[in-house]
């Protein structure tokens, strides 16, 4: 068995560029030490015991991550509509505090992103990482810009009564 294989380029669904080994997981195992403490890649997925394994190793990662296209398309009940909602945001690059929840209107249950303004009370710009979507799991979405202290002060269970 050879320890020096190369891989395959492939890339995943989400176009995230990676090396499929196949067999060869030794060889897997050392291009996943090479990227992890190397390269210090921003991001390293493995899959299958090291037979794929997919990375990101410029400084765009967050942000190629973020703007990647997911599929939204399948209708979620609400509640895992906004933890969806919640993971997805967790892996952008937001600097001020954020929470996600849902509340319903005559018009319906829409997700709503509470986040903080910074403090010389500009809003931080997340509308390139919520925009892409028309519906996120087939709810509309709102952005709510609030003053800093705003959502320790009221948390979002206060606002779901």
């Not at 997911?70 to 509509?81: F, R």
């Not at 909602?85 to 600097?95: F, G, T």
Request: glycine share 4%; proline share 4%; aromatic share 16%.
């Amino acid at each position: 068995m050879s320890f020096i294989h190369s891989g395959q380029d492939i890339r995943d669904r989400d176009k995230i560029p990676g090396k499929y080994f196949g067999k060869h997981w030794l060889a897997g195992l050392l291009f996943w030490l090479q990227c992890q403490f190397i390269w210090k890649c921003e991001y390293i997925r493995v899959e299958f015991l090291f037979e794929y394994v997919y990375y990101i190793r410029d400084e765009q990662a967050l942000e190629q991550i973020c703007t990647m296209t997911i599929d939204v398309s399948e209708n979620l009940p609400i509640k895992e509509a906004c933890e969806a909602m919640e993971d997805y945001l967790d892996d952008c690059k937001i600097d001020n505090e954020y929470d996600v929840f849902y509340k319903g209107d005559p018009a319906g249950l829409r997700i709503r992103v509470r986040i903080e303004r910074y403090d010389d009370d500009t809003r931080e710009d997340i509308k390139p990482y919520i925009y892409p979507f028309k519906k996120f799991h087939g709810y509309d979405i709102v952005i709510l810009h609030v003053p800093n202290g705003y959502i320790e002060a009221f948390p979002k269970d206060r606002e779901l009564s």
